[in-house]
């Protein structure tokens, strides 16, 4: 009797233990899904105009198969190369993650300036097959296989920014948070995608079959909002964007001993943040350090813009497009 009461109490204890390492993935993958925020939305942002054109009933089809498709580029393809690179060469980490940053800046950059009419094409880095296709089955086999590989470099950003953003551990701890960070970000941003593609059918079914009036004005207020939703959407994502990949940047730079930028806006966020009541002095200092990140992305973006337009979106669209 006392033995099998020691075994419970062992197999207890290697439940806590369980229980613990469980909390400890779930935790940092969240904080690591967080550090990739600009990746992140931007992906929710671009996906819904793969369904576009597409009658309603083939939209979550169409969703869910590249959402299989990013969950395998991220399980299968990026997961190893991530745990190789932690493994082998975590120096070749800060210099990917800077080119990574660099693309974040040129995308969200080459956006604003394509706004405002001053160049840019606008998702010159999503380029797709051609729409001439009459087949409608052989459209949505190339319009997924297209989505599919630009949620492979989004994916890619996603992946390494994690990787960056996740404590020195072991093997396996680093596997299984970049296993949970893959998962919960794949379902995070195909859900809200499916979410997103299915509103206006929501409103359109609330317009016409809803019994009270509130419940049909609802329905069409939810229709006329939708664009703006949209175009809230992008704006949301192209900031995070900057923010992002202008902090990566910055980040990277200080890493590598190149630290002036770094040190000049955290000294400027400091003395801004000290002028605030001191409930707000942190919160103070992250928004200007975060806008100053942002400026910074959006520099160095409008300079790369150029080399975008003329050398890697002619190689991407010969690589990939058919």
Known sequence: MSGLLALFDDVAAIA???????????????????????????????????????????????????????L???????????????AFAPWAI????????????????????????IGGHGHTDYPHAEETVED????????????????????????????????????????ATLAAVAVMITFAVYGAVALIVKMDDLGLAMAAHGRLGATRSLGRGVVKAMPQVMWLLTVIGTTAMLWVGGSIIIHGLDVLGFGQV????????????????????????????AAL??????????????????????????AFVR
């Not at 974040?104 to 080459?110: H, P, R, S």
């Not at 996603?158 to 093997?171: D, E, K, R, V, Y």
């Not at 040190?263 to 200007?288: K, Q």
């Open 72 to 86: 395998k580029n991220k399980l299968v393809y990026l997961l190893p190369a991530g745990l190789a690179l932690s």
């Open 262 to 289: 770094y040190d000049l806006i955290h000294r400027i966020a400091y003395a801004v943040g000290h002028t605030l009541p001191d409930a707000f002095i942190g919160f103070g200092e992250w928004v200007i350090t």
């Open 136 to 175: 409608p089955a052989h459209l949505e086999e190339e319009k997924a296989k297209g989505a599919i590989k630009t949620d492979f470099i989004l994916s890619a950003e996603i992946m390494t920014i994690a990787l960056a953003a996740i404590p020195q551990s072991n093997f396996w701890m680093e596997a």
């Open 94 to 117: 800060t210099p990917l993650l800077m080119i990574g940053g660099a693309y974040l800046c040129f995308e969200g950059a080459e956006k604003i300036a394509h706004a405002v009419g």
């Open 16 to 70: 806590k233990v369980a229980a613990a390492s469980v909390d400890d993935v779930i935790g940092q993958a969240a904080k690591a899904g967080a550090k990739a925020a600009g990746a992140v939305i931007d992906d929710a942002a671009v996906t819904p105009k793969y369904v576009q054109g597409f009658s309603a009933d083939r939209e979550l089809p169409i969703i869910w198969r590249i959402a299989k498709g990013s």
């Open 293 to 318: 990140d942002g400026v910074f992305g959006v520099a160095l973006g409008l300079t790369l813009i150029p080399l975008g337009e003329k050398i890697i979106t002619p190689l991407w669209r010969k």
